[in-house]
């Protein structure tokens, strides 16, 4: 099999809803402030950008496979968020329901596809996990886990030592690795997009549908927080927020926490939303502030609005 050189941080499952009948859309280079026509396979990825570097990586948590985060962790939610998207994003002026698992497999897609956004694993969740892995339980874990392999060979592992020469040698591949077990599905205690998803689950779910002639737009580095008045990229859900994240050309996510579901509720509910162009221009301005170099869009004309 080949073997993906390719990964996407922004999914192509995702960018795919605000391509045209022939599969583009218009890129915006926010640096050269130029626009030109691609595919959702040109754009948002790097060359073994989820690869596992180490072979101890491997060996510490039962891997066989370097390119499992992208072949198996994020195939699985992108195959899922494709069966759900247009559930969620189907015209209808009323209320309507989408199962619980499925909705919920929906949020964490989301908050996923922030984490493994390079803005996003390149600040704190490298230093998140650096601190995980260097706590005293890391230590344990490892501890435990050389022992165990030195037993098993017959005590030919001296544990002291690997480990200090483990713990004062951590490169740029060990950093790497050490963000990338945030997606390991064993790594529990540290499922942040579950327990984010969880959160967002528990307020009610609003998409947005654009007037006709409006169109929301995206980026390589989607979904925004506000937070009293500010954007951040990614957080702060502890205080009052507006999620916005755009879903299509003429949808898109809007989670208040001042708006709390039915408890009583048994499926999900999602509430649509007319948005009037104030709010589109909103959510396009902060979409464009949040981008890392290009924006995207179904439009052509949108985009020359910007430059």
């Known amino acids: 099999m080949n073997e993906p050189k390719k990964h996407h941080y922004v999914p192509e499952c995702y960018l795919k809803l605000f391509t045209n009948s022939k599969k583009e859309f218009w890129k915006l280079n926010k640096t050269f402030k130029t626009i030109k026509v691609c595919t959702p396979g040109m754009v948002c990825y790097e060359r073994d950008l989820f690869k596992i570097k180490k072979d101890e990586t491997l060996v510490f948590n039962n ?51 922030k984490r493994r956004n390079p803005t996003v694993r390149k600040g704190f969740m490298e230093k998140e996990f650096l601190e995980e892995f260097s706590s005293k339980l890391g230590e344990k874990k490892l501890r435990d886990y050389l022992q165990r392999l030195s037993d098993a060979l017959g005590d030919k592992i001296n544990v002291d030592e690997y480990m200090n ?52 737009i995206t980026s390589d580095n989607p979904g925004f927080a506000e937070i009293r008045g500010a954007i951040l990229n990614f957080g702060g859900f502890g205080q009052p927020f507006k999620f916005y994240f755009p879903l299509s050309p003429s949808t898109c996510l809007l989670v208040d926490s001042t708006k709390p ?15 009037e162009k104030l709010i589109v221009d909103f959510v396009n301005r902060n979409t464009i502030n949040n981008s890392i170099i290009n924006v995207l869009s179904h439009s052509k004309e949108v985009l020359s609005e910007f430059i």
Not at 72 to 85: C, H, L, P, R, S
Not at 192 to 201: E, G, N, P
Not at 261 to 275: C, D, H, Q, S, W
């Open 165 to 216: 020469n483990y713990y004062n040698n951590i490169d740029d591949e060990k950093l790497h690795d050490i963000s990338l077990s945030a997606f390991f599905p064993d790594n529990k205690e540290k499922d942040l997009s579950s327990q984010v998803a969880i959160d967002l689950y528990q307020l009610k779910q609003f998409i947005i549908r654009c007037p006709i002639g409006l169109h929301f």
């Open 63 to 113: 891997i066989l496979d370097r390119n499992y985060v992208e072949k198996d962790v994020f195939k699985q939610q992108e195959n899922n968020y494709g069966k759900v998207i247009h559930k969620i994003i189907k015209f209808s002026q009323n209320s309507f329901v989408v199962e619980k698992n499925n909705f919920l497999l929906f949020l964490k897609m989301l908050i996923t596809i």
């Open 261 to 275: 579901e039915e408890k009583n509720i048994i499926e999900k509910a999602v509430y649509p939303l007319l948005g």
